[in-house]
């Protein structure tokens, strides 16, 4: 059956001509798409760029420049973003965009190059909740140092019920990027007895098991952390990701 | 402009004729069909080099080419109207050869697009439920579903039935 359809769908198919040169009508089109793109990256910056001006502006002039507690200034510019953790926000991309997004893990990620703001780690507010949406992605990735080669999905992706992961990543946040440094967890201030146990990172002679939480907030905004999970022999340890890697456990299974 | 790598341009030409046939199945039309390859194999060279480090790239580009269709289906092609002039061909009984040409692609005309896509990649492409699926990004239930709907309205399509001797009705 299957073999006389597939005979008839064959036998449809007329003699099809390539073009002569198919390679170079391939490079015309690429080119074509490259130039569309950067014409629309320009556009968007510069659209950005003006909106970046004109709200502080704005806000000023209706007197709400300060709606949110914990705003930039809140974060010392020279605090460094935290080790392992990188918040990103923005709209989540387009289908056929690379990245993780609502619902989609690609097999292969760079996990440093998704979006400027996983780098650079300027990402500074917290959610608001409640989340409308959460994946969970699970990647395996070859090197420690997370900007070489390419991460690998293990699992994912889990569409997340956003109930049980608003708490988790509200305290991740609070804790692992709006602590002032002085009292940040794992930074024990003068005086202080460290803690007994030390914590440790994944081994850079082992694959890393790296877990990404893509969240979209109330207000539509999507954020995404990465877990490199640490290991610490003081169960007392401040560790603020605890309670986000249980929540992504119960849904994934232990990495 | 960087260069195109040496084996994309190996692979372009030993899979392009098997590429162009789906192509074809895919849009019933030699023109949009080459614009269909083409369109998916610019999107892919400029990563070409991760694709064949990933391993199996005709896989990549396969994935590509569908993913396209589907989203041009979505943006342009939403009044696609089957072509009514057949293409010249060669052999003996020319007549029946096109009438039969003709009323398969009327029939793969009247599929939805996402029919269509699982038609080829399954009784074309020979490729497995699973394998399908992970190209059109849906499950193996709708895999399964959308091909014993597309079979059922190629079997009961006017064209084909009319026609008589397309093999769908073996």
């Known amino acids: 059956m299957t073999d006389d359809i597939r005979g008839a769908l064959i036998r449809a198919v007329p003699p099809l001509t390539a073009p002569p040169d198919r390679i170079a009508q391939v490079r ?14 320009l556009i968007a910056a510069a659209a950005a760029t003006g909106l970046a001006i004109a709200t502080p502006a704005l806000l000023s002039a209706a007197g709400s420049g300060r709606a949110d507690s914990r705003t930039a ?26 990245g993780v997004g609502t619902g989609r893990c690609p097999a292969e990620l760079d996990l440093m190059s998704q979006t400027p703001a996983v780098v650079a780690g300027q990402d500074q507010r917290l959610p608001a909740l409640p989340l409308r949406a959460v994946t ?48 940040a967890p794992g930074t ?22 790296v877990d990404i939480v893509h969240t979209v907030d109330a207000r539509g905004i999507a954020r995404q952390y990465l877990l490199m999970r640490i290991t610490c022999a003081n169960p007392d340890a ?17 990495p | 402009m960087a260069p195109l790598p040496e084996d994309f341009a190996e692979f372009v030409a030993a899979r392009s004729a098997a590429l162009l046939r789906a192509a074809w199945l895919l849009t019933g039309d030699a023109g949009r069909a080459e614009d269909l390859l083409q369109t998916a194999l610019a999107g892919v060279w400029p990563r070409w080099g991760r694709i064949v480090a990933g391993g199996s790239p005709e896989a990549y580009v396969r994935k590509a080419l569908f993913s396209t269709y589907l989203s041009w289906r979505r943006r342009r092609w939403r009044f696609e109207v089957p072509a009514a002039v057949p293409e ?17 692609r009327r029939a793969l005309a009247r599929l939805s697009r996402q029919q269509r896509a699982v038609v080829v990649l399954r009784y074309v492409e020979d490729l497995s439920v699973a394998e399908t699926a992970q190209v059109l990004r849906c499950s193996e239930g709708t895999v399964k579903v959308q091909a014993g709907r597309a079979l059922a309205a190629l079997r009961m399509d006017p064209h084909l039935r009319a026609d008589g001797d397309a093999e769908v009705h073996r």
């Open chain 1, 136 to 183: 969970l992605c699970r990647y395996r990735h070859v090197a420690f140092d997370l900007s070489a080669g390419t991460a690998s999905r293990r699992a994912g992706p889990v569409q997340a019920p956003p109930g049980e992961f608003g708490a988790p990543v509200d305290t991740y946040v609070d804790q692992r990027i709006w602590r002032p440094p002085s009292t």
């Open chain 2, 88 to 104: 010249p061909a060669g052999g003996q009984d020319v007549g029946a050869e096109l009438a039969e040409r003709d009323a398969v």
């Open chain 1, 28 to 41: 015309r089109r690429a080119a074509r798409t490259r130039g569309r793109r950067t014409a629309l990256s």
């Open chain 1, 188 to 209: 024990p201030s003068p005086g202080a007895s460290p803690p007994s146990g030390g914590c440790l990172m994944p081994s850079p002679w082992k694959d890393v098991s």
């Open chain 1, 73 to 98: 200034g809140d974060r010392p510019a020279n605090q460094p973003f935290p080790t392992g953790a990188a918040p990103t926000s923005g709209p989540a991309g387009p289908d056929g965009t690379d």
């Open chain 1, 238 to 254: 401040p560790q603020p990701a605890r309670q986000l890697e249980a929540a992504v456990d119960r849904l994934l299974g232990p």
